[in-house]
C-alpha cells in the first residue's frame, strides 16, 4: 500500500490500522520532524492550565479550538519538533499532573495563567462525565489441522479499528451454535480476561475449538477470515489481549489432537 516505506507524515499515519490523530502526529513529529501538534491527555493538561483555557473539553467546538491552538504553538522549525514534543509530553506525565502539580519545578510557570490565578485544579475543564459500561464478549479461538488460529480484521471505525480479531460474539449462544456438536465437546474455555478502555470494561470469554479441516472450512465460509500460523503475528496488527493470548500460548490442546 506504501510501496514498502514506512509513512512519514501524520495524515498518512492515520490511515494505518490502531493509529489515531495524536499518535499519528507523534510519530511524524518525533520521527520525521513534522510541524504537527499533539493532543493527548497529559498535553491537553499542560495547554489548558498554560493558557486558562476556559473552554469545555467535553464538546467537540472547544476540542477544535485546543487543536488549532496546539499548531499555532509549535516551533517554527522542524528540527526543533522532536524535542517540544517530547518535551511537553513528559512535562504534561511527570510535572503538570493530574493531581497536585509539581508547580515550583516547571519550567513554564511564569506563563502558566492558572497557576497565576492559583486555579490549576480548574484545567482542563470538561463537565461530561461518561458512565462506565460493563459488556460481555465471547471469542472463538479456533485452531485447524496445521496449527493455525483463525484470525478476523475489525472495522475501519469503532474499537480496535482495522485491527486482526478473534471472531467475536456478544452471546455464548451465537458462538456454539457455529461449531457441530463433535466440536463443541472438545472446546476449552479459558480463564475470562477482563481489558479496561476508557468508559468500558470487557470481559472476555475465550473458547479453544481444535477443529479438522472439514470444520476448519466452515468457519472459514462462516466468519470470512482468515488463518494464521505464528509465524505471521508478529506482522499482524492485533489489539492487546489478542497479542497476549496468542504469544502467551497458555491455551490447548495442541491443534490436531482428536480434532474432528
Known sequence: ????????????????PGIGRSTAAAIASLCFEERIAILDGNVKR????????????????????????AQSMLPEHGRDMPAYTQGVMDLGATVCTRTQPRCPACPVRPLCQAHQRNETDRFPIKTRTLRRS?????????????????????????????????????????LLSLLPATAQRQVQHLP???HALTHRDLHLHTVVAPLGQRQADAITRAVQGNWYGPEAWDGLGLPAPVRNLLT??????IPGDGAV
Do not use: Y
Open 1 to 16: 500500500q506504501h510501496g514498502g516505506e514506512f509513512p512519514r507524515h501524520a495524515h498518512v499515519l492515520q490511515t494505518l
Open 46 to 69: 499542560v495547554l489548558t492550565r498554560v493558557l486558562a483555557f476556559e473552554q469545555d473539553l467535553a464538546k467537540s467546538a472547544a476540542e477544535k479550538a485546543l487543536w488549532a491552538l
Open 134 to 174: 460493563s459488556q460481555s464478549w465471547w471469542w472463538l479461538l479456533a485452531v485447524n489441522p496445521r496449527g493455525e488460529v483463525m484470525l478476523v480484521k475489525r472495522p475501519q471505525q469503532g474499537i480496535w479499528a482495522g485491527l486482526h480479531c478473534l471472531p467475536m460474539w456478544q452471546e455464548q449462544s451465537g
Open 192 to 194: 475470562v480476561q477482563l
Open 248 to 253: 502467551q500460548r497458555t491455551w490447548h490442546p
